[in-house]
């Protein structure tokens, strides 16, 4: 079991690997055998496939920089809701590059053991941004009172 302080350390270490194209830090960090869910793609099995994970979305937007706007720790984990800003500049989900400036706000709710992140939930408000990527949502929102 980890202390608080070490599970916040671990995700301060994290963020920064995954927002500074620091890659070779994420085998600090990811446990082997990690789980990330995502609510827009099937569960990420294993630390390769997780790293790919976040460095294609940095390929994708390589001047990106996540800021941890609140974080809350327990001997078990961490809830971190960060925001990121950057420059689409690569291929994103099949989007081409737009050089649209994207702001992204997300809640990750993290299990940490042993300083090692082994499971993330990740939600983020992917509407905005592939609004912010020019895609054009099935759905438009009603605007004013009914």
Known sequence: MSSNN???DTIRHFYEATGE???D???DVLNVDIVLHDPHLDDIRGRNRVENYYTSFHDAFPNVEFTIDDLFATNEGVAVRWTAEGTHEGEFWGIEPTENEIHLSGIDIVRVDDGRINEVW??????????QLDVELPITP???GS
């Open 25 to 27: 830090l994420l085998d």
């Open 21 to 23: 194209e620091i890659y």
């Open 142 to 144: 009603p605007t004013g």
């Open 6 to 8: 070490q599970n916040q």
């Open 122 to 131: 990740t939600v983020y408000d992917s509407a905005t941004l592939l609004q």
